[in-house]
């Protein structure tokens, strides 16, 4: 079973519009959970943690269910500017803090 | 804003050579992180560093993988005898401390292995 999944997509909308992401994990002691940006062949940036009681940072909100090991990510308003793969991502806290990514979601946002 | 840095942007090597990629993490960072990337493919981890010592690594780094630190600034991975397969992008990231922080990645290098 893949450590965290993400559908891959794309998912294709017009500008304006609303767009969900999800992903699963299957390590229960993950602690610490984010999305990532990645524009092609550039590097993965920050866009937001993501808490237990949610959280939101102007068009993003991202909300975590630790019960399910499910985290979502909601974008409003979509800009041409949101086209982009999102990574899902999950830190175990281990002695190495190592990031464990997923698939990536790849959004592509019309005019 | 501080930023990570790494050279060479692109790197093309013959197979069995040796190729070292360079990092210069941010100045004020403690722990320092290789992943890869192949190319269609999901971010992978490498390597952790802190303290002058590897803190952990993957099953893919294996002894033809090595790290070192060797000033105050740079940070370096060496692939001893390259592979077709080790064709990906690196990237180098660092941390100011563990857990919590945001690790900031550098632009990545891209090696090509013919």
């Known amino acids: 079973r893949k450590e965290v999944e993400q559908d891959p997509g794309p998912f294709n909308v017009p500008e304006g519009a609303t767009v969900a992401f999800n992903c699963t994990y299957s390590n229960s002691a993950s602690q610490s959970f984010f999305w990532y940006r990645q524009d092609c062949r550039k590097e993965p940036k920050l866009l937001m943690s993501?808490?237990?009681s949610g959280n939101e940072d102007g068009r993003f909100t991202a909300q975590l269910n630790r019960a399910s090991q499910y985290i979502s990510l909601l974008i409003r308003d979509s800009k041409l500017s949101d086209s982009a793969t999102y990574l899902c991502?999950?830190?175990?806290?281990?002695?190495?803090?190592?990031?464990?990514f997923g698939g990536g979601t790849r959004l592509m946002v019309k005019p | 804003e501080p930023e990570v840095t790494q050279t060479p942007s692109h790197q093309v090597t013959q197979m069995g050579q040796e190729v070292i990629l360079r990092c210069v993490p941010i100045?004020?960072?403690?722990?320092f992180y290789w992943y890869r990337q192949i190319l269609g493919q999901k971010v992978e981890f490498l390597v952790s560093?802190?303290?002058?010592?590897?803190?952990?690594k993957s099953e893919i780094f294996d002894d033809q993988f090595s790290v070192e630190r060797p000033d105050g600034s740079n940070f370096t991975l060496k692939i001893r005898s390259t592979k077709l397969e080790d064709s990906a992008m690196y990237f180098c990231?660092?941390?100011?401390?563990?857990?919590?922080?945001?690790?900031?990645f550098g632009p990545g290098t891209r090696l090509t292995v013919l």
């Open positions: 991502v999950v830190n175990h806290d281990n002695a190495g803090n190592m990031l464990t």
């Open positions: 993501v808490y237990s």
């Open positions: 990231a660092s941390t100011k401390g563990r857990s919590y922080n945001e690790q900031f």
């Open positions: 560093f802190y303290n002058n010592e590897i803190s952990e």
């Open positions: 100045s004020n960072h403690l722990y």
